[in-house]
């Protein structure tokens, strides 16, 4: 929004400068970019009469250089924090297991008191897996919530004219949402089934 082009004879004459002092030009495909270099480099030398092997005769950046590095830098980037990611979600799962663990021992006689009553196994491990998954979403809206307000903190930094704007699709929330479930259902399905397959009478003298 604060750039524009104007045309060479226009700029000349707006600023008085007979020659300009750099230009940028882009090739159509960037796997030629090294002989669309080459062939810049000897026209001009052919105008201004220097040796086109002279390498300190004008100074060229070559942004396709620079733009493959920073390709394989957010690709590294990226592999890290899916690693990252992974252990967060061992650990977490770890956590969320433990949680359940912890409940089930002090609701063993809320166990004991319901499977005496006639409840079954499954009514026992679809309770603590449906508080598992309680606790993941929890936690997984939380995060998301976090997120966002990062995200929305990157303009007022001026990163996005670098960058872009980052946005959260729908296609990563429900992917992640779906990998959320499982962790918690893998988390939270030992602990429901050892609550299930506790015996009324010794869970209820506990």
Request: net charge neutral.
């Amino acid at each position: 929004e604060d750039k524009a082009s104007i045309a060479s004879s226009t700029f000349r004459a707006l600023y008085n400068r007979r020659y300009p002092g750099n230009f940028i030009f882009q090739v159509s495909e960037p796997s030629r970019a090294g002989e669309a270099k080459e062939k810049v480099i000897g026209a001009l030398a052919r105008r201004h009469n220097f040796d086109p092997t002279d390498q300190e005769a004008i100074m060229m950046w070559d942004t396709t250089e620079f733009y493959d590095f920073i390709g394989t830098f957010f690709l590294a980037f990226n592999v890290f924090l899916g690693v990252v990611g992974a252990l967060t979600l061992v650990v977490g799962g770890i956590g969320v297991s433990n949680i359940m663990n912890v409940v089930v021992e002090e609701r063993t006689k809320e166990i004991g008191i319901k499977m005496a009553l006639g409840a079954k196994k499954r009514f026992v491990i679809s309770q603590f897996l449906g508080e598992t998954l309680l606790i993941t979403f929890l936690g997984g809206a939380i995060g998301f919530a976090i997120c966002k307000g990062l995200l929305a903190l990157v303009p007022l930094f001026g990163l996005d004219e670098h960058v872009g704007v980052p946005v959260l699709s729908l296609r990563t929330t429900g992917i992640t949402t779906a990998v959320l479930g499982a962790v918690g259902l893998l988390a939270g399905y030992f602990p429901a089934k050892a609550a299930s397959e506790l015996k009324p009478v010794e869970a209820l003298r506990m």
